[in-house]
RNA sequence: GCGGUCGUAGCUCAAUUGGCUAGAGCAAUUCCCUGUCACGGAAUAGGUUGCGGGUUCGAGUCCCGUCGAUCGCGCCA
């Protein structure tokens, strides 16, 4: 097994150590030959001579060497591992590599976004892109630090579910068992974490892959992302977000990014309207945006309803949220709709809408009169929600929640223009999965088993 | 669903007003060169100009269609 990262060499001289790697470049000088051996660390330098002849860019190596102190004029700057070399003893090649299809070995922006996606797999290989993928690994590891440290629980919700009726387009499997009927996957797991509140777990989060067949943005990736799904028990507005309040400047004190603002500003909605035009807004300066500083807000006290074209009303943000306490009579009698106000909290980061979450409807009643302002009938409200109602009917806690956009705050975090640069392998804007060739037909039998018929 | 931009060698690009055999850098292959560091130099190979039609003596270039990528609008509880 490896046992020695290629930046680990510079605390090795005068020791002869193995590395595994890829070769980055190579410098014939016919009776002296360097290359620039690659592993996720960095590079480092080895000299050798007659043995390194037949190599080509990205074959893969073994070596063992002896790492040696350049002398002063020989010191290259430029690279983490540039006051030492390896003299290499022996070589071998693990795996001759075909010609290569894209450059790994720049920042790959100038690339068609279409033969990196279907060369991942080497487009990962690339110094960015790794460490945008590092980072998103140690991210997720101290949201989870921070919450366990909270009394929080990870839990698992099902992904094989239910079609939500209102909000985005669902993606639906069918079933073989139930011929001719289709699960969904989730939207969010929204309704799953309500349940586990009802189920006294009292404080859930999850780092949840969610699914919307939606056509998709710069900061919009089609068909899956990941948030950070959390709901709590007991808790009033200020509660969850001051607790993911907290979280982030955390964590994003132990990445050493900078955060403009703390505590976080917290604008109402008209205020946001009225100062920037719009719900999300980017408070930075231009000097924050050179050296990485990042803007958070809070946008709160949203519209709860919105008219519909038919003249109708429906939800702005989560038909599940729990209006303000003091609109809560206007809300059960069906008053004043207009001029109610949502529990919703929606998180900012540099003119990104991060994150958004709400104090949710805990008692039956309260959950029933929004499907009823909405319109909707006793039959309608049953056959979609009658789960959910029943649910908050047996005991159901106070309840609110939050569900941060991992995708985005990293794509904040990067600098990246491209949410698709943080996530490691997307889908195109077509839906096509880049690599393997999703969607594709299905035989025949398989689709007869599921009892289902094309045209 | 709609609109913008783009599509030429494995990658990045060029090709004047529609006109000679579609060029260059990188990568690949062969060769030269003991200190380079994204080394340098010489040569070779590499093309259905996304695809289909049209206009024209002649199309990478103009027109129509189509496919794909991307950005935006709609959409996105």
Redesign the pocket.
Known sequence: MKNLFVEQTINKIDETVELYGWVD????????V?I?LRDRTGTV?V?GGEEF??L???DVIWLKGLVKK??EK???P??KT?AV?IEVKEMRVLNKTN?????V??DGY??????R?RYRYLDIRRPRMYKNLALRSKFIDLIRQYLFSKEFLEIETPILSET?P????DFIVPSRLQPGKFYALP??P?QYKQLLMVGGVERYFQIARCF?D???????AYGEFTQLDLEMSFVEREDVMNLIEGMIIDIYEKLKAPIKQKPFPVFTYNEAIKKYGADKFDLRSGEDKKNGTQAFAWVIDFPFFEKTVDGGW???????SAPLPEFMDDLLNKKNISSILTSQYDLVCNGYEVG?GSIRNHTPKGLKSVFEIMGLTPDEIDLKFGHMIEALGYGAPPHGGI?PGIDRLLTCITGEK?L?EVIPM???????T?IMKAPSAVKEEKLKELGIKIR
């Not at 429906?314 to 599940?320: I, S």
């Open positions: 470049s190579k410098r014939d000088h016919k009776k002296i360097f620039d330098q000299v002849k037949a080509s860019e990205e350049r002398p020989l010191v290259n430029k690279i540039g070399e010609p290569i299809p894209l450059p070995n720049t100038e690339i068609d976004e279409e033969v996606l939500t209102e909000g985005a387009r939207q969010s929204q919307r939606e056509d998709p943005r710069a900061d919009r429906t939800f702005t943000h989560n038909p599940f958004g569900a491209n698709r997307p889908m195109t804007s077509g839906g096509r880049a």
